[in-house]
């Protein structure tokens, strides 16, 4: 398998300044710290490149409004020098707390017993290519042993 990383910026690459909100996302964090990202999100590029950013308060809009230059700067340093060219903040929608680092909040697989791991064998026996075979009787065995209400410390994936 491949990383679809390349790919998806290219296809996004048709979309005009928009395609770059990605990047401009990805760089936020970093670039304004942590309570500025937990009350300021980039929401989308306009035509013209301006990024609009929503806030959590209109207090925070005029807040950031006086800081934009140092904004702008800060992410002209993390996207090195693709950075938009003008930033705009108003109050809005902002991202679900705990939406960010998603990879550590890892559902834990269920430990299936000898007797739900040969089941699981049983039921995948019939797909021919060994890599999804293995794959599915590994996973009708934790489906088995989850309905039992068993888990591990083990993460998904």
């Keep these: 398998m491949e990383p679809i990383g390349a790919n998806v910026r290219r296809e996004l690459g048709r979309f005009g300044?928009?395609?770059?909100?990605?990047?401009?996302?990805?760089?936020?964090?970093?670039?304004?710290?942590?309570?500025?990202?937990?009350?300021?999100?980039?929401?989308?590029?306009?035509?013209d490149g301006?990024?609009?950013?929503?806030?959590?308060s209109s207090a925070w809009a005029f807040e950031l409004t006086q800081l934009e230059a140092t904004v702008r700067g800060k992410l002209e340093e993390r996207l090195e020098g693709h950075s938009p060219p003008a930033l705009r903040f108003a109050p809005g929608p902002l991202p679900e707390p705990g939406s960010e680092g998603v990879?550590?909040?890892?559902?834990?697989?269920p430990r299936p017993t000898q007797a739900e791991v040969e089941e699981?064998?049983?039921v995948a026996s019939g797909i021919t290519?060994?890599?999804?075979?293995?794959?599915?009787?590994e996973a009708?065995?934790?489906?088995?042993?989850?309905?039992?209400?068993?888990?591990?410390?083990?993460?998904?994936?």
């Design 17 to 47: 300044p928009q395609a770059g909100l990605g990047e401009v996302v990805a760089a936020w964090p970093d670039a304004v710290g942590p309570g500025v990202a937990a009350n300021a999100w980039p929401a989308r590029i306009a035509r």
């Design 50 to 56: 301006t990024l609009h950013v929503a806030t959590s």
């Design 103 to 109: 990879e550590t909040q890892r559902p834990i697989a």
């Design 120 to 122: 699981g064998e049983r």
């Design 129 to 137: 290519g060994a890599a999804l075979r293995a794959a599915v009787a």
């Design 140 to 157: 009708a065995a934790a489906s088995l042993a989850a309905e039992a209400g068993r888990s591990s410390d083990r993460p998904i994936c």
